[in-house]
Every structure is written in structure tokens, then in C-alpha cells.
């Protein structure tokens, strides 16, 4: 069964970090470009960062650029976000996405990890 | 990135027909033709209804439809029923980034 299982999500103060990690199974995991898309609470869906499958090719929404990192470990078919210098706005429910390989789609979305930012 | 322009709400009776509306500009929805639309029911993971503007990933019911012209683009759901309550999110697809809607609740009366 192809599946996304996001993990690492809690209560940090603002300024704090925090990582998220995303572990794939049931497809060729270095095949595809992975996302992250986060939900803030009563708000609509947020592109946050994409990284290809040989992670050459890295974005970051304007929102994130400069305190988040994405990066993928193809070995353990996992994915990961570094959030750093976290702010109350950056409170939300982050979904690890796959976007497909023959349909420009986020095809596959995990569950969701959640962040808050509070102190 | 500014977020593409949906309608916050719509409703339609079980059985009619209801369009979402998603406007971007020439830099990402009328730029490629690629939008895809979402089904997001709260607490659970969101599910790809559309990509390609028109085009149905295998198991979505015949019953959702998208479209394009220029800027807009359209989600078209018809014969309503109930379990297609949720909110509905359009994403374009602008060469390095992606850009979601602002998300349109859909409510079946």
C-alpha cells in the first residue's frame, strides 16, 4: 500500500525549532519530487516546499525561505522538514505530499503532523 | 504567490449541479494547464479530484468535471450528493512553485 507517515510534531516556543519527518512506503520513493503543504487552523491549504527525487532541485514558499530546510534521505525512503526561527504563524498541521510523476498532482498526502508555535 | 481567488462558500441541493471558480493570473493558472482540485474533509488527508485541469484519477466519480479558460478555472460537481460536503482547494502549478486557493466550502442543503 503506498503510504506517507508524518512524525515530529508538538508544542515549541517562538524562535524554537522543530523537524519533521515523513516515511514513505509501497512506491520508488527517489522517483518522485516530495512536498510539504501545512494547514493553519481555520485557513485554507499552504504550499510550503518541493525537493526533487535526486534533490538537485529545491523551493521554498516566500513565507518559509530563510528558516525552513527540506531534505529527502532516499536510502530510508524518508523526508524531512527543519523548521527553525518558528513564529506563532507557522502553527498549522503539515502534510507530506507526493506530486505525481504522470499527473502534476499532489497524488499521495500523509495524515498530517501538528505544530504549534506558542509560548 | 499570491493565492489563487475561490468563492469561500457554495451550496447546491442533492441532485443539482454546483461550480467552484478558481482565478489566478497569467503567471500560474492561464500560464500551464496545470490546475488540480482537492477534496479536504476535516481531519482527514486531502484527496486529488481533478489534475491536468480535466483530467479524473481513477476511482473519482464521473460526477466531477474541470475546465479552463484563460485565468479561471472551474470545478464542476454534478448530481450532488451528501458525502461530497467538504472543502474543495484549486492548485496551479507555476513551473518551480505551487499556489493553492483560498478553499471554497461546499454544503449540501
Known amino acids: 500500500e503506498v503510504q506517507l507517515v508524518e512524525s515530529g510534531g508538538g508544542l515549541v516556543k517562538p524562535g524554537g525549532s522543530l523537524r519533521l519527518s515523513c516515511a514513505a512506503s509501497g512506491f520508488t520513493f527517489s522517483s518522485y519530487s516530495m512536498n510539504w503543504v501545512r494547514q493553519a487552523p481555520g485557513k485554507g491549504l499552504e504550499w510550503v516546499s518541493s525537493?526533487?527525487?535526486?534533490?538537485?532541485?529545491?523551493y521554498y514558499a516566500d513565507s518559509v525561505k530563510g528558516r525552513f530546510t527540506i531534505s529527502r534521505d532516499n536510502a530510508r525512503n524518508s523526508l524531512y522538514l527543519q523548521m527553525n526561527s518558528l513564529r506563532a504563524e507557522d502553527s498549522a498541521v503539515y502534510y507530506c505530499?507526493?506530486?505525481?510523476?504522470?499527473?502534476?498532482?499532489?497524488?499521495?498526502w500523509g495524515q498530517g503532523a501538528m505544530v504549534t508555535v506558542s509560548s | 504567490q499570491s493565492a489563487l481567488t475561490q468563492p469561500r462558500s457554495v451550496s447546491g441541493s442533492p441532485g443539482q449541479s454546483v461550480t467552484i471558480s478558481c482565478t489566478g493570473t497569467s503567471n500560474d493558472v492561464g500560464g500551464y494547464n496545470y490546475v488540480s482540485w482537492y477534496q479536504h474533509h476535516p481531519g482527514k488527508a486531502p484527496q486529488v479530484m481533478i489534475y491536468d485541469v480535466s483530467k479524473r484519477p481513477s476511482g473519482v466519480p464521473g460526477r466531477f468535471s474541470g475546465s479552463q479558460s484563460g485565468n479561471t478555472a472551474s470545478l464542476t460537481i454534478s448530481g450532488l450528493q451528501a458525502e461530497d460536503e467538504a472543502d474543495y482547494y484549486c492548485c496551479a502549478y507555476s513551473g518551480s512553485f505551487k499556489v493553492f486557493g483560498g478553499g471554497t466550502k461546499l454544503t449540501v442543503l
Open positions: 525537493i526533487s527525487g535526486s534533490s538537485i532541485y529545491i
Open positions: 505530499a507526493r506530486w505525481g510523476s504522470s499527473m502534476y498532482s499532489f497524488d499521495i
